[in-house]
């Protein structure tokens, strides 16, 4: 089972907020990491928010203080709540995940290759 898309995407104006959430799909072994990415128009895959299993996090530095992610209590369901809203913040938005991710990294990594299953993008479009 790959991560689904749950809702979230849309159209804002700057200052706005949005709330994506994610069902992650199958995660097997107990260490993990999830994260959302984006991806504009001409550029390449960013990572935005990532989180592990046991609660730790991490931003890509244009989004901290505007961006939270986290899980439900019965990890069903992981969220990204987008506040603040920019111009600069449009893209197609993607869920991922990676399973059996080991303890060497202490923090949740915010590039693509280290993840394995994605779901479909949502988009969110800010207008100025």
């Known amino acids: 089972q790959v991560p689904t898309v749950e809702s979230g995407g849309g159209s804002v104006q700057s200052g706005g907020s949005l709330r994506l959430s994610c069902l992650p799909g199958r995660i097997t072994g107990t260490t993990y990491y999830m994260a959302w990415f984006r991806q504009a128009p001409g550029k390449e895959r960013e990572g935005v928010a990532g989180l592990r299993e046991h609660g730790r996090t991490n931003y890509l530095d244009s989004v901290k203080g505007r961006f939270t992610i986290w899980q439900d209590s019965g990890k069903n369901t992981l969220y990204l709540q987008m506040n603040d809203l920019q111009p600069e913040d449009t893209a197609m938005y993607y869920c991922?995940?990676?399973?059996?991710?080991?303890?060497?990294?202490?923090?949740?990594?915010?590039?693509?290759?280290?993840?394995?299953?994605w779901s479909r993008g949502t988009q969110v479009t800010v207008s100025s």
């Open positions: 991922a995940t990676r399973s059996g991710a080991g303890t060497y990294l202490p923090a949740p990594p915010l590039t693509p290759s280290d993840y394995n299953s």
